[in-house]
């Protein structure tokens, strides 16, 4: 198998198992320097002292494919982007669907930009309930379960969707920000965008769009977030 050793693209970690004696080791940098250099003889030690931090048990050592320090799991607010990734993935099918009601999984990051799309108006009501939706008579004045840690895994945000002249007001969702690309704005480029110039990633806004950001006071439109003066990271734009 052939190791790309001059990408960190895909992260990963290798146990190596060096055997005792005069056996060389078929660890990925030695496989490198075999194809490189075949007539060189190869020392197990000297790739062993790299990562002796990672030493656990004898004539055992790890190796790092990536040339940074970090982790290669993610960060819970890595996890968060993704979520809202996915939200707005299946937001965007259920009203080109023509849904009048769907669900999404229970999270503070899902919470917070769904209460963003109701007072801006893109959707009609969101409700915390069970795996069944609430009956459409009951729902603007349904009382939520209490969450509690027997049946915080069964809660469901259910989203109403709004249509007007027979064509969805949620028509396009469109994420900024993703696991592997973190686009944060400043005030000054927030303002750019919310007069329609482009700033960096961000195209300018036109009619009929906003765009989300998560500051220290919340998810906010871009408009808002001009009028309290904050910046933040920029989540998503809905047309």
Same mark, same amino acid.
């Given at each position: 198998?052939?190791?790309d050793l001059c990408?960190d693209r895909?992260? /990963?970690?290798i146990l190596?198992?060096?055997? $005792?004696g005069p &056996?060389?080791?078929?660890?990925p940098e030695?496989?490198y320097?075999?194809r @490189?250099?075949?007539? $060189?003889?190869?020392?197990?030690? @000297?790739y062993a002292?790299?990562?002796?931090?990672?030493?656990n048990?004898?004539n055992?050592?790890?190796?790092?494919?990536?040339?940074? /320090?970090q982790?290669?799991?993610?960060?819970p607010?890595k996890?968060?982007?993704?979520?809202? @990734?996915?939200?707005?993935?299946h937001? &965007?099918? #259920?009203?080109r #669907?023509r849904?009048?009601?769907t669900s999404?999984?229970?999270?503070?990051?899902?919470l917070?930009? #769904? =209460?963003?799309?109701?007072r801006?108006g893109f959707i009609?009501s969101?409700?915390?309930g069970g795996?069944?939706p609430?009956t459409?008579?009951a729902?603007m /004045?349904?009382?939520?379960?209490?969450? /509690?840690?027997?049946?915080? #895994?069964?809660?469901?945000? !259910?989203v109403?969707?709004k249509? !007007?002249n027979?064509?969805?007001?949620l028509?396009e969702?469109?994420p900024?920000?993703?696991?592997s690309?973190?686009v944060t704005?400043? =005030?000054?480029?927030?303002n750019?965008?919310?007069?329609g110039?482009?700033?960096?990633?961000?195209?300018?806004?036109?009619?009929?769009?906003?765009?989300?950001?998560?500051t220290d006071?919340?998810?906010?439109?871009?408009?808002?977030a001009?009028?309290?003066?904050?910046?933040?990271?920029?989540?998503?734009k809905?047309?």
């Amino acid at each position: 198998m052939d190791y790309d050793l001059c990408t960190d693209r895909f992260r /990963t970690r290798i146990l190596l198992f060096i055997p $005792q004696g005069p &056996q060389l080791a078929t660890s990925p940098e030695a496989l490198y320097a075999r194809r @490189t250099k075949p007539n $060189q003889p190869i020392d197990p030690t @000297t790739y062993a002292t790299a990562n002796r931090s990672l030493y656990n048990p004898p004539n055992t050592y790890h190796f790092s494919l990536f040339s940074n /320090t970090q982790s290669p799991r993610a960060s819970p607010f890595k996890m968060g982007i993704q979520q809202i @990734t996915n939200m707005c993935s299946h937001l &965007q099918n #259920a009203s080109r #669907a023509r849904l009048g009601l769907t669900s999404l999984p229970n999270t503070k990051y899902n919470l917070a930009l #769904a =209460l963003a799309l109701h007072r801006a108006g893109f959707i009609s009501s969101v409700t915390r309930g069970g795996p069944h939706p609430p009956t459409p008579e009951a729902l603007m /004045t349904y009382e939520p379960e209490p969450v /509690t840690s027997a049946n915080v #895994a069964t809660r469901r945000l !259910w989203v109403g969707l709004k249509y !007007w002249n027979e064509e969805p007001v949620l028509k396009e969702l469109k994420p900024i920000s993703k696991p592997s690309r973190l686009v944060t704005a400043s =005030l000054e480029q927030l303002n750019r965008v919310a007069r329609g110039f482009p700033a960096g990633y961000m195209k300018g806004l036109q009619l009929g769009e906003c765009l989300f950001v998560n500051t220290d006071r919340g998810v906010l439109e871009v408009r808002e977030a001009v009028e309290r003066k904050v910046g933040g990271l920029v989540l998503c734009k809905v047309k």
